[in-house]
């Protein structure tokens, strides 16, 4: 590409971002644009009904582990599964708190304390999250009440993607592929 077309290009993007930027979207925003025509899914825990509070077990506060997860069959054709888990009400804006892909499309729960290895027994794999470290980060916000975003995507094939990757690298790998939905909502407030 010449210097004409690389200008062209940046062009394109810093429009995009000024676009973002103006219209007030947020990465969770464009996070939906990949889902597209998704076919719904359920998404459930034992730990909390949706839209509940998250027991402080969960938490910071407490001993920081995964809650337990379990959803239904995924679409037809499902090559794969993956899990975002993130806080769009965070001071600095949308904050990951675990990310896992590549779960084989037979899965239906991960247990409670999933274990911080950046690849699982049954080969899926964990990305980094915004707490700088493999694995699940619990509820943590600094004030107020929090909103906390479990969302599973059915995808047509597994991600090309090494351990250890971060949520733009996830997404940008999930465009076009995604089949299935669910989201999981559930809230946190610190005890002080």
Known sequence: MGLKGQFARWVSVLGLAGLVACSGLTSTDIATDIVGEATPMNLESTAFAAGS???????????????ALTWEAPPEGTGSLALVVEDPDAPGGTFVHWLVYNLPPETRSLP???????RLANGALQGKNDFGKVG????????????YFFKLYALGSPLNLPPAALKGEVLKAMQGKVLGQADLMGRYTRQR
Do not use: A, F, L, W
Request: aromatic share 6%; hydrophobic share 5%.
């Open 136 to 147: 699940y980060g619990g509820p943590c916000p600094p004030r107020g009440t929090h909103r």
């Open 53 to 67: 509070e998250i027991p402080s077990r969960y938490t910071c506060d407490g001993d920081n582990r995964s809650p």
């Open 112 to 118: 409670e304390g999933v274990t911080p290895d950046s």
